[in-house]
């Protein structure tokens, strides 16, 4: 059951906190699913280690079954036992790590935003590896993403190398620089990595806070490539403003940086066989758009009286990233321009959760606007899918999925021009872009005007000129942002990587 199969392709183990449809909380949880199931399907053996969470989708998970071993791990001094689950999520084949350590730390009703999460993946990280040697895996490739799992790199060259677990180069992908990990320096020794080797400025130690370390700086020392998820947002985070801090780091280490665009898994995504959704539809039928539109309406309570109102779709997390001041303006400038507003979204920040509970509250019963304050998958296919426009103002955005779904299901997106933004949405006004690449509306200054000046031009348009609009529609569905041209660039950095490591045991 242990050992790994064998294949033509590269060994890849993905190990991540988050992978779509089992464990998400955002795009990484898609990326995890959609990059690994590209390189499955062209031919690499491609395996996943997850957290064993209690909140887990169990539903999406196939053939979940206890693997008759336990791991024993460092932590905290000691030997922790840890339960080993199988099982296969989109196809593909996932490792599930329980840890059997008092403080329950997947038993916690959410995946993350506990007090303990340096510890609780740190743990899990550790653990992971350990599995890995256990196992007698020899992968090529260990993927490891964001800062829960950025610990790996370090921990890898620094310990695991030396214990066997030596075939692997390590690539890390940093989903969103804002979200480091960082904690007093003395928590690194809880997984057994060496403070006084690691808390140094050209290592794991905080940019800002010297008492600190840094697992997304760990990640990027420690690694053989860094990727991050957009070229835009690769060349924004190397300045100091776009950087959270980290700039310096990455120009230390600027030649094994670099950005690659995400894509989005096109079977999931699909308006033509969109399970989730009342009616299916294509770019050759888009009646089938409009039938969409009305059951959300239906479902939602909201006015079906004149279906020619443009229907304006978000669907986000209500962080301060995703500009919540500029979506609240959008609220109201769409109000005003007698649309209607269909907001879903939850906020892991309490007071902004709470202003769009407000929100939320005034338009109880309205006829054109609704606030939805929750997770909820189902219904963001069906607003994707009856939605004329969607908004994204954000102040950054490394890569953004959402308005490649909206594409996708012929939502045409509004957009602030930053990060992946900027890679994939191109303004249908912009006479440097050709034509044939030109699918939205984008704005550069992130403030009331900006983002007025890009809801109006899309608006005229609806309304002026609905045959334009629909061929924007239409060529918009069409787009292919699928994992295809993507993962054959992470195709081509693992195939690299791995002929290095006949070279020798180096990160640099
Ligand atoms: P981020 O990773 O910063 O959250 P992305 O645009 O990369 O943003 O990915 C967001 C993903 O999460 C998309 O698949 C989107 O549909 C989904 N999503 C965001 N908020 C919700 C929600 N409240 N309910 C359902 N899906 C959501």
Redesign the pocket.
Known sequence: LLSSATSQGLHVVHIAAEMAPVAKV???G?VVSGLGKALQKKGHLVEIVLPKYDCMQYGRVCDLRALNVVIESYFDSQLYESKIWVGTVEGLPVYFIEPQHPDKFFWRGKFYGEHDDFRRFSFFSRAALEFLLLAGKKPDIIHCHDWQTAFIAPLYWEIYVHKGLNSARICFTCH?FEYQGTAAASELESCGLDKNNLHRSDRMQDNSAHDRVNAVKGGIVFSNIVTTVSPTYAQEVRTAEGGHGLHSTLASNTKKFIGILNGIDIDAWNPATDAFLPVQYNATDLEGKLENKQALRRNLGLSSADIGRPLVGC???LVPQKGVHLIRHAIYLTLELGGQFVL???SPVPHIQKEFEGIADNFQNHDHIRLIL????SL?HAIYAASDMFIIPSIFEP????QM?SMRYGAIPIVRKTGGLNDSVFDVDDDTIPPQFRNGFTFVNADEQGLKGALLRAWNLFKNNPETWKQLVQKDMSIDFSWESSSAQYEELYINLAKTSQIGNEYN
């Open positions: 955002g795009g990484l898609d969103n669907i986000t997390r879903l979204g939850s929750k997770y909820d998958e963001s890569c953004g999925l959402t779904i």
